[in-house]
């Protein structure tokens, strides 16, 4: 994990591949892919949480000014300075900003992940995405003061809260999951829509990951590798990560609070001392 920041960096690789599908469309597969392939490196959102987490600062930047008009719009400038190191994008928060990614580099080749359909997605989302996210937002009066004792950056969370409750997928999304509907499935569809609409068809590869290396290295005009094509973050994967992610949120609480309740008994004794003597 690194802590640098972006905002005076530069760009220093081309970047040569937009990865534009959503979230859960085989994203973390596609990422090793192309690492594989020698795009060094592949932008993802665990490039914001686990490997620079000083990141997330610039992203709040660039979701508030996109959808609460708070600051400045990001130009090429500021995606040079925050991807710069990059020579491929793909999951969220990058395709969050598909608009205006294409208009920065529109010699980028662009590849839009899909699923089988829709509904495979939804489900896909609504049993891990949304309920690890939905950790980060407590509902009830008991969750909201639990929230005061947890461990997580406060940064992190209102990037995902912005998210969820601002842009157009991930709001359908989080209402889907409080209400039993599934609105979201016509935001995918719209989505994957819009983006062959932009992308002139020969810059544009339509990819499924279960279609392995040969589709994608003719797109790129990469030789195929002698190995399989990764499969990463499944849904078995992503809930195991999901249950220990919940486990380590109420441990730290936990212990939080108990060191806070601790603190706070001793100030009072402290004080109830202080007052005895005085007498």
């Not at 406060?154 to 989080?174: E, F, G, H, N, R």
Request: charged letters at 25%; proline letters at 4%; a neutral charge.
């Amino acid at each position: 994990m690194t802590d640098i920041d972006r905002r005076n960096c530069t760009r220093t690789v081309p970047l040569r591949v937009l990865c534009l599908g959503l979230s859960r469309t085989g994203t973390v597969s596609l990422r090793q892919a192309l690492i594989r392939l020698g795009y060094q490196d592949c932008y993802h959102f665990a490039s914001t949480l686990q490997e620079n987490p000083r990141d997330i600062e610039l992203w709040l930047e660039a979701l508030n000014a996109k959808f609460k008009g708070i600051g400045k719009e990001y130009g090429k400038a500021e995606w040079d300075a925050l991807l710069g190191h990059c020579q491929a994008v793909t999951d969220t928060p990058c395709v969050i900003f598909y608009k205006e990614l294409l208009r920065a580099y529109p010699d980028a080749k662009v590849i839009l992940t899909e699923r089988d359909d829709a509904s495979q997605w939804f489900r896909s989302q609504m049993s891990t995405v949304i309920p690890y996210s939905s950790q980060m937002i407590p509902q009830t009066w008991l969750a909201k003061f639990k929230a005061l004792f947890s461990p997580l950056d406060s940064k992190a969370v209102a990037m995902t809260q912005t998210i969820l409750q601002d842009t157009p997928v991930y709001s359908a999304l989080w209402h889907d999951y409080q209400n039993g509907t599934e609105t979201a499935k016509q935001k995918y569809l719209d989505h994957n829509a819009e983006i062959r609409r932009l992308v002139p068809e020969g810059n544009l590869l339509v990819f499924n990951v279960k279609e392995g290396w040969a589709p994608l290295c003719r797109f790129l005009g990469e030789d195929v590798p002698d190995e399989s094509f990764p499969r990463r973050n499944d849904k078995v994967a992503f809930a195991k990560n999901n249950e220990q992610f919940g486990d380590f949120i109420n441990a730290s609480s936990q212990k939080n609070m108990l060191f806070a309740g601790a603190g706070l008994a001793a100030a009072v004794a402290a004080v109830a001392f202080i007052m005895a003597r005085v007498r």
